[in-house]
């Protein structure tokens, strides 16, 4: 898959830390990159890192959901 033209990123909070190998602790920052808004994405990738989340999404044009 090539990159996507536009990323939405949305914040959340980590519930599994045993995703990210226990490298965030319940209740920290998350962030989202997908390929739509809530309820219209067909992925999404998580990060704990924004800025390796903007960095692994350079070049996209960014719509930030609130």
């Known amino acids: 898959m090539g990159k996507p033209n536009k990323v ?5 909070i980590v519930t599994d830390p045993e995703i990210y190998n226990f490298e965030a602790k319940l209740g920290d920052p998350e962030w989202q990159f997908s ?3 809530p309820g219209l994405r067909s992925w999404s ?3 704990v890192d ?6 692994d999404h350079r070049g996209s044009i ?3 959901v609130k």
Do not use: N, V
Request: aromatic fraction near 16%; glycine fraction near 16%.
């Open 45 to 47: 990738s998580d990060y």
């Open 50 to 55: 924004l800025e390796k989340g903007l960095k």
């Open 8 to 12: 939405w990123i949305c914040r959340g």
């Open 62 to 64: 960014i719509e930030w």
């Open 35 to 37: 390929d739509g808004p």
